[in-house]
């Protein structure tokens, strides 16, 4: 099992800066990819962006391409959503996930039955 937790969510006026974490534990040995995916109230769960344990690569959503960059940290057990230029319309919760399994290229993890294991979400709000 992983456990997941997400943190930094917050109120931020449109076309600030948010930074998001998402803390992994257990057995993360067994992930491959950490997803970051946002739903906003009535509407679907979004992709955001992905990125590859083994070799860093990235995959983003294209509402968020170039404004949202995702990190992890050496020891593989964080990773980040640096969130630029913020819109309104980002306002969602905003959660990560874990992949494990069989490892594919990262761009091919962008549903959510992709992932197996997900953390409870933090509230991103942008003011317009």
């Known amino acids: 099992q992983v456990q997941l937790v997400e943190s930094g969510g917050g109120l931020v006026q449109a076309g600030g800066s948010l930074r998001l974490s998402c803390a992994a534990s257990?057995?993360?040995?067994?992930?491959?990819?950490m997803g970051w995916f946002r739903q906003a109230p009535g509407k679907e769960r979004e992709f955001v962006g992905a990125?590859?344990?083994?070799?860093?690569?990235?995959y983003y959503a294209d509402s968020v391409k170039g404004r949202f960059t995702i990190s992890g940290n050496g020891a593989k057990n964080t990773v980040y959503l640096q969130m630029n230029s913020l819109k309104p319309e980002d306002t969602a919760v905003y959660s990560c996930?874990?992949?494990?399994?069989?490892?594919?290229?990262?761009?091919?993890?962008?549903?959510?039955?992709?992932?197996?294991?997900w953390g409870r979400g933090t509230q991103v709000t942008v003011s317009s």
């Open positions: 996930a874990a992949a494990s399994g069989y490892p594919r290229p990262t761009y091919r993890y962008s549903r959510s039955a992709d992932y197996n294991y």
């Open positions: 990125i590859s344990w083994s070799d860093s690569t990235t």
């Open positions: 257990g057995r993360t040995v067994s992930v491959y990819v």
